[in-house]
């Protein structure tokens, strides 16, 4: 497969991932479960990503996200932390070196990118009841932040001496 086709792949299972999540949340658990094993093994063991890439992003995904819950900023269906929201977090992280990677050596593009297209994210799937918020704007402007610090984090780890384990 060509870098292209690989983007695709791996960009097509995380947004089917993305929707099963947040539109079925606990009542599609086991397809969402189906469609992140896909997206994990798809890019360790096809477009070869690292697993420990993966796992840092994830972990620091799941801090940012822990923070704005802590906040009181949003509140998901299915309970404080969801499964499905934890498995969001995993596919992202799995995604995001295969069909981004061409974005990590433009940083200022990529946190931008991350800045806007982050909250949007949120804002579709409050619209689809995965959550309820007091205040859209502070939904927006703590999810601009959080995702234009995910994207950073991105970037840092996608270096050539990050890849390397260095």
């Given at each position: 497969?060509?870098?292209?086709?690989?983007?695709?792949?791996?960009?097509?299972?995380?947004?089917?991932?993305?929707?099963s999540?947040?539109?079925?949340?606990?009542?599609?658990?086991?397809?969402?479960?189906?469609?992140?094993?896909?997206?994990?093994?798809?890019?360790?063991?096809?477009?070869?990503?690292?697993?420990?890439?993966?796992?840092?992003?994830?972990a620091?995904?799941?801090?940012?996200?822990?923070?704005?819950?802590?906040?009181?900023?949003?509140d998901?269906a299915?309970?404080?932390?969801?499964?499905w929201?934890?498995?969001?977090?995993?596919?992202?992280?799995?995604?995001?070196?295969?069909?981004?990677?061409?974005?990590?050596?433009?940083?200022?593009?990529?946190v931008?990118?991350?800045?806007?297209s982050g909250?949007?994210?949120?804002?579709?799937g409050?619209?689809?009841n995965?959550?309820?918020?007091?205040?859209m704007?502070?939904?927006?402007?703590?999810?601009?932040?959080?995702?234009?610090?995910?994207?950073a984090?991105?970037?840092?780890s996608?270096?050539?001496?990050?890849?390397?384990?260095?």
């Amino acid at each position: 497969m060509t870098s292209i086709q690989h983007k695709i792949v791996s960009f097509v299972l995380f947004n089917a991932l993305w929707l099963s999540a947040v539109s079925g949340r606990e009542n599609y658990i086991v397809l969402s479960g189906v469609l992140l094993a896909l997206q994990f093994f798809y890019s360790i063991a096809v477009a070869r990503v690292s697993w420990t890439l993966i796992l840092r992003l994830f972990a620091v995904g799941l801090l940012l996200e822990a923070i704005v819950i802590s906040l009181g900023v949003i509140d998901f269906a299915g309970g404080y932390f969801p499964l499905w929201l934890v498995m969001l977090w995993l596919g992202f992280s799995s995604m995001a070196p295969v069909a981004l990677d061409w974005i990590a050596p433009k940083p200022a593009i990529a946190v931008l990118l991350g800045a806007v297209s982050g909250p949007l994210s949120y804002v579709a799937g409050i619209k689809l009841n995965a959550a309820t918020v007091n205040s859209m704007p502070v939904v927006i402007a703590c999810y601009a932040a959080v995702w234009g610090l995910m994207m950073a984090y991105f970037v840092f780890s996608m270096s050539p001496k990050k890849e390397q384990g260095v």
